[in-house]
């Protein structure tokens, strides 16, 4: 069986970006089949559930991609005002795209619908007072 691996890559320029590769499962071949370019700091993935839409968290934001036969083509960016999201993760209807930030302590919420981007700063620190 083969299945579609997504690579994201944590740099800049232009060879850059999300590297699509198919898995052969009983072999462990694994070949390139797509490569959407000149998208720095891809930091998190994340695949909707019926695998039409891929989700990449970037540098102050979140680009989604369409999905045509394993091909990328970028459908919509969300700014998110503040340093890159670290997590994503999609509602159960997929309707709604969540979202964390490590640095600024932002997390926030994406209405893949209507567009919207809400979200909020957190404060507090946790044990380990240092690596505040």
Not at 34 to 47: E, H, K, P, Q
Not at 72 to 77: D, E, G, P, V, Y
């Amino acid at each position: 069986m083969k299945r579609k691996v997504y690579v994201g890559q944590y740099a800049g320029g232009d060879t850059c970006g999300i590297n699509v590769l198919s898995v052969d499962d009983a072999t462990g071949e694994i070949e390139s089949v797509d490569f959407a370019g000149n998208l720095s700091n891809t930091l998190w993935l994340t695949l909707s559930q019926d695998e039409s839409h891929l989700y990449a968290a970037r540098d102050r934001g979140i680009t989604v991609f369409d999905m045509q036969d394993a091909h990328l083509k970028m459908t919509a960016q969300y700014e998110i005002g503040h340093t890159q999201p670290c997590h994503m993760s999609l509602s159960g209807d997929g309707r709604r795209l969540y979202f964390a930030e490590y640095s600024d302590s932002v997390c926030g919420i994406v209405d893949l619908i209507s567009g919207e981007v809400s979200s909020v700063e957190l404060s507090g620190g946790g044990p380990n007072l240092p690596r505040q």
